[in-house]
């Protein structure tokens, strides 16, 4: 039945369609595998009600099953029911270990309906229960609170995420760029300074020489926005000598 179910949706039979996955479900209607079949079905359909439904009855068999309740909280959202999302993800934080992944998974469901603070609350959280293992998290909070405005809470969130990786100069990098959006040159200027002095002239690896003309590039175009022309120009012909195709 679930095939037949299949067959007449690629053949746009919608009812025969609904007919044939609600008899697979009535062949064993207890069956996780077979509920969740059911669901994934219902989403395609574009049956909210019935999907939201079905992975209720599933998670009272799999209360322990996290990725399915991750699954319900995007399905409330996608009805529109921010309340509900919230009460899925809070009660799952709140009965669950999770693993820094599903933080992810949940702030960006979040963060896909622009609810940035809820999807910051989630990662912080995360950061929280599993410290050692944050610095993805870090990344994904830096991002929403720069949409959500907050430059300053994104630079401190950025910093702690630096001292976790310290050798990590595109994490400098980024700061520097915060720095350069809020007009705070003389920081973002001392920044990029600060990258060139440990990063290899000759370009390795890890740096290539196009790394270091983009800092080159972004020193000049700063410096001359402060008005220190005779330091643009040193690192425009810096730039130039490195990477004369620029």
Same mark, same amino acid.
């Given at each position: #039945? !679930?095939?037949?179910?299949?067959?007449?949706?690629?053949?746009?039979? &919608?009812?025969?369609?609904?007919? @044939? %996955? !609600?008899? +697979?479900?009535?062949?064993?209607?207890?069956?996780?595998?077979?509920?969740?079949?059911?669901?994934?079905?219902?989403?395609?359909? #574009? /049956?909210?009600?019935? *999907?939201? &439904?079905?992975?209720?009855?599933?998670?009272?068999?799999?209360?322990?099953?996290?990725?399915?309740?991750?699954?319900?909280?995007?399905?409330?959202?996608? +009805?529109?029911?921010?309340?509900?999302?919230? #009460?899925?993800?809070?009660?799952?934080?709140?009965?669950?270990?999770? =693993?820094?992944?599903?933080?992810?998974?949940? *702030? !960006? $469901?979040? *963060?896909? #309906?622009?609810?940035? @603070?809820?999807? +910051?609350?989630?990662?912080?959280?995360?950061?929280?229960?599993?410290?050692?293992?944050?610095?993805?998290?870090?990344? /994904?909070?830096?991002?929403?609170?720069?949409?959500?405005?907050?430059? =300053?809470?994104?630079?401190?969130?950025?910093?702690?995420?630096? @001292?976790? /990786?310290?050798?990590?100069?595109?994490?400098?990098?980024?700061?520097? /760029?915060?720095?350069?959006?809020?007009?705070?040159?003389?920081?973002? $200027?001392?920044?990029?300074?600060?990258?060139?002095?440990?990063?290899?002239?000759?370009? &390795? =690896?890890?740096?290539?020489?196009?790394?270091?003309?983009?800092?080159?590039?972004?020193?000049?175009?700063?410096?001359?926005?402060?008005?220190?022309?005779?330091? @643009?120009?040193?690192? %425009?012909?810096?730039?130039?000598?490195?990477?004369?195709?620029?």
């Amino acid at each position: #039945h !679930q095939q037949l179910a299949e067959a007449f949706v690629k053949a746009n039979l &919608s009812q025969s369609a609904l007919q @044939a %996955a !609600q008899q +697979a479900l009535a062949i064993d209607p207890r069956d996780p595998e077979n509920l969740i079949w059911y669901a994934n079905f219902c989403i395609r359909s #574009h /049956d909210l009600p019935e *999907a939201l &439904s079905t992975l209720d009855a599933i998670i009272k068999i799999q209360p322990e099953n996290s990725n399915l309740r991750i699954q319900l909280g995007a399905m409330h959202l996608q +009805a529109g029911d921010l309340n509900n999302a919230r #009460h899925t993800f809070d009660r799952l934080i709140a009965e669950n270990k999770l =693993s820094p992944v599903q933080f992810q998974q949940m *702030a !960006q $469901i979040l *963060a896909e #309906h622009k609810e940035y @603070a809820d999807a +910051a609350s989630i990662l912080k959280q995360g950061i929280q229960q599993e410290p050692q293992s944050s610095l993805p998290l870090l990344m /994904d909070l830096v991002q929403y609170e720069q949409k959500m405005g907050d430059i =300053s809470s994104a630079i401190n969130t950025l910093e702690t995420a630096i @001292a976790m /990786d310290p050798a990590n100069v595109y994490l400098q990098v980024i700061k520097a /760029d915060m720095y350069a959006y809020e007009g705070i040159y003389a920081d973002s $200027i001392t920044t990029l300074e600060n990258i060139l002095s440990v990063v290899n002239p000759d370009g &390795s =690896s890890d740096h290539p020489v196009e790394f270091r003309s983009t800092v080159l590039l972004r020193l000049a175009y700063l410096s001359r926005k402060i008005g220190n022309f005779e330091k @643009a120009t040193l690192y %425009a012909r810096a730039m130039l000598e490195l990477d004369p195709d620029s």
